[in-house]
């Protein structure tokens, strides 16, 4: 069984920054991609960002682009995502996810292509 752990949110400026964790446990990390994801109250989930299994490549959502960066350390078997810049519309609960196939070629944005998630840390920003 996989667990994933996030931490790091908070209440913030807007204009201001903060940096996500998200710990894994339970299976061999540094094989498969992950990915953030966030939901507001009365939204849908979305994609944030995504990094690959080797950290060679990552994605992101037009929103967050320039703002967020995604990063991995296998080591540690932890993913971050640092979050500057942060606007009022980036409040929302933020999720790590775990690809559900082993060194998946191409990064999804696809919420159903991950299998395994944490319980969210909450990002406020006020204005």
């Known amino acids: 069984q996989v667990q994933l752990v996030e931490s790091g949110g908070g209440l913030v400026q807007a204009g201001g920054s903060l940096r996500l964790s998200c710990a894994a446990s339970?299976?061999?990390?540094?094989?498969?991609?992950m990915g953030w994801f966030r939901q507001a109250p009365g939204k849908e989930r979305e994609f944030v960002a995504a990094?690959?299994?080797?950290?060679?490549?990552?994605k992101y959502e037009d929103s967050v682009k320039g703002r967020f960066s995604i990063s991995r350390d296998n080591a540690k078997n932890t993913v971050y995502q640092q979050m500057n810049s942060l606007k009022p519309e980036d409040t929302a609960a933020y999720y790590c996810?775990?690809?559900?196939?082993?060194?998946?070629?191409?990064?999804?944005?696809?919420?159903?292509?991950?299998?395994?998630w944490g319980q969210g840390t909450q990002v406020t920003v006020s204005s």
């Open positions: 996810a775990a690809d559900r196939w082993m060194r998946r070629l191409a990064l999804s944005g696809m919420g159903a292509q991950y299998n395994y």
């Open positions: 990094i690959s299994w080797s950290a060679g490549s990552t």
């Open positions: 339970g299976r061999t990390f540094s094989s498969y991609n």
